[in-house]
Nanobody
Framework: QVQLVESGGGLVQSGGSLRLSCQAS????????MGWYRQAPGKQRELVAS???????SYADSVKGRFTISRDNAKNRGYLQMNSLKPEDTAVYYC??????WGQGTQVTVSS
């Protein structure tokens, strides 16, 4: 059974940083593209960043230069380093792996 479990969310002040982790189990993580989505209250879920199995990355314009996606296939883990956080980054962040497989989400709240 495939499971994705996010961690690392929380409350941070504007300008601060957080690092989200996504622990995968029940799958050979390295063969899948993975990514991070977010959903703010009243808004649609949006793709924040993705990383292909070969390591090519892609980012939403709103987070370019501030967020970095990475993966450690040996540990079956993905990461999202978020710097210079803004109140508009407040959302539930979801880990995704092609399949599709989804994590349960982790709340990120950025106070102004």
């Amino acid at each position: 059974q495939v499971q994705l479990v996010e961690s690392g969310g929380g409350l941070v002040q504007s300008g601060g940083s957080l690092r989200l982790s996504c622990q995968a189990s029940g799958m050979i993580f390295g063969v899948f593209a993975m990514g991070w989505y977010r959903q703010a209250p009243g808004k649609q879920r949006e793709l924040v960043a993705s990383i292909a199995r070969g390591g090519t990355t892609s980012y939403a314009d709103s987070v370019k230069g501030r967020f970095t996606i990475s993966r450690d296939n040996a540990k079956n883990r993905g990461y999202l380093q978020m710097n210079s956080l803004k109140p508009e980054d407040t959302a539930v962040y979801y880990c995704y792996a092609e399949g599709p497989y989804w994590g349960q989400g982790t709340q990120v709240t950025v106070s102004s």
